[in-house]
């Protein structure tokens, strides 16, 4: 199968609610989890790994207050690419150290990058190095004034 065609992971009533409670709190002991769940330790533990080795699991991680380590501006960029570099232009730009985010898009543009920075200073380095990119056409970019939601994590 293709990394395009994404198969669909059959889950039970046991897989959601694990995969809330880990979304909730992912330092959530399996322990706790299966007395609050009435599942057996070793039962949550086989379908962790399971959701982890079907790839519904990418990881374990913090959500962080980025604002609270000096990254105060956040801006979304929209890149219009040579199509013939479109994927070699995504993978690059992921590698950027301020891109948190990285959407192969359609419409006008071609990618859109959410992108944190210290300062506009860091931005405007940061664009002005994305234009030098021969495989950049342009860009259009937005500065966000205000978070109203930033969460990962959508309803299961």
Do not use: C, W
């Not at 909730?24 to 080795?53: C, G, I, K, W």
Request: hydrophobic share 45%; no cysteine.
């Amino acid at each position: 199968m293709s990394d395009s065609v994404k198969k669909k992971v059959d889950m039970d009533t046991i897989d959601r609610r694990l995969l809330i409670e880990l979304l909730r709190d992912a330092r959530s002991s399996l322990r706790r989890l299966s007395e609050e769940m009435n599942v057996s330790p070793a039962t949550l533990h086989n379908r962790l790994t399971r959701l982890v080795q079907e790839g519904i699991i990418k990881g374990f991680t913090a959500l962080i207050d980025y604002s609270k380590l000096g990254y105060t501006l956040s801006a979304v960029i929209m890149a219009k690419v040579d199509g013939k570099h479109l994927v070699e232009f995504e993978r690059e730009v992921a590698n950027a150290d301020n891109v948190v985010a990285v959407y192969d898009v359609v419409g006008e543009y071609d990618v859109v990058l959410i992108a944190k920075f210290r300062s506009v200073e860091d931005l405007d380095a940061f664009l002005k190095q994305l234009l030098k990119n021969p495989k950049v056409e342009r860009t259009y970019t937005s500065i966000v004034l205000n978070v109203v939601k930033e969460d990962p994590r959508v309803k299961i």
